[in-house]
């Protein structure tokens, strides 16, 4: 049984940024935005990008994956609240260190070594 999950039924499409808590939004503007924006600032459609976070060997993690500029990251923290804040310091900077991406079978995208 979960305890924070609730099923939700479909109601069908929602605009991405209304569906993020306004506490996380503030704290975590340049994450919100990379997630979210589907339009560049001259108009352009822009392919939103993605954020999975997880743990494992003692760390939290998070892979960020550009679609539109197909290249993708993982960053790793001691603490949720740490790699949420360095993920934001990075992606305001532009100091993350990417690497390229392939579109794979039925268009996702893989890392490549």
Request: hydrophobic share 40%; aromatic share 8%.
């Amino acid at each position: 049984m979960t305890k924070f999950l609730k099923k939700e039924a479909h109601s069908g499409a929602v605009d991405p940024i209304q569906v993020v808590p306004d506490a996380l939004g503030d704290a975590h503007p340049a994450i919100v935005e990379f997630i979210t924006a589907g339009r560049w600032d001259d108009g352009s459609e822009r392919t939103t990008g993605t954020l999975l976070i997880c743990w494992g060997d003692g760390k939290f993690k998070a892979w960020l994956n550009d679609r539109d500029g197909a290249k993708s990251t993982w960053v790793s923290a001691d603490t949720l609240e740490a790699l949420l804040g360095g993920l934001e310091a990075r992606l305001q900077a532009g100091s993350l260190e990417w690497r390229a991406t392939q579109v794979g079978r039925k268009g996702f995208h893989r890392g490549r070594a």
